[in-house]
């Protein structure tokens, strides 16, 4: 609620989240978004100091609030990505019409799909790290220090897929799309090993392989059932 003047109102976080303040104004929130979605893209480009930055801001309310500005960005652009494909395929079929309910289910539902696909993606790879592989380190660092490259790579991805879709390059995008993915991976891994510093460098891989494939599988199997 409003207490007079310019300052904007602020609101409560709707759910229970360790770290998160008891209210918050939507300025805040953009700036502590755009903020750590800065730390993300130097994380992402292994920028000098990005991992470490990283690391010190890593708390489950910096988590989720990154989480939602990834998941929202993407799901925006994946969104238009079907309604380009979809004006594209009509046109290309004249017997078939634009669907654009489709684009519009598909924007509500992925943006709690990725919520569960991030959070699942972590869990799975931070089990793997601690009981399997012999790591020590608290979920929340864990979850964070890859969340930060994988938030990147959604958007990056969803940005550059758009882009293509709407110049007729769909299957470019893809591919862009791939490699993308595997740079992530790749930068994950060198997190994976900063954090846990395993005498086996199998066991980084398999850490950072582990949440890429389990976000990938839990987000399709959810989509699945829904749409």
Avoid at 29 to 54: H, I, M, N, W
Avoid at 126 to 152: C, E, F, N, P
Wanted: net charge neutral; charged share 10%.
């Amino acid at each position: 609620m409003s207490t007079g003047g310019n300052i904007p109102p602020s609101f409560k976080v709707p759910f229970p989240i360790p770290d998160a303040p008891e209210r918050i104004t939507l300025p805040e929130l953009t700036s502590l978004a755009v903020s750590l979605l800065r730390t993300c893209f130097d994380a992402f480009q292994r920028k000098p100091g990005a991992y470490e930055a990283a690391l010190s801001q890593a708390n489950w309310w910096h988590f989720w609030v990154v989480v939602a500005a990834s998941s929202v960005i993407s799901a925006v652009t994946s969104a238009f990505t079907l309604a380009a494909l979809e004006v594209q395929f009509a046109a290309a079929f004249p017997g078939d019409s634009v669907n654009m309910l489709r684009p519009i289910v598909g924007l509500i539902i992925a943006i709690p799909v990725s919520f569960v696909a991030f959070y699942a993606g972590c869990y799975a790879s931070h089990w793997w790290a601690t009981t399997q592989a012999g790591g020590r380190a608290a979920l929340v660092q864990h979850s964070y220090v890859l969340t930060v490259v994988w938030a990147a790579e959604n958007i990056l991805a969803g940005l550059a897929t758009m882009a293509l879709t709407f110049i007729g390059l769909a299957g470019l995008g893809l591919l862009l799309t791939l490699a993308i993915a595997l740079y992530a991976l790749y930068v994950m891994a060198g997190h994976i090993g900063r954090l846990y510093q395993f005498a086996e460098l199998s066991r980084t891989w398999v850490t950072a392989g582990v949440m890429v494939v389990s976000s990938w599988v839990v987000g399709f199997i959810l989509q699945a059932l829904l749409i």
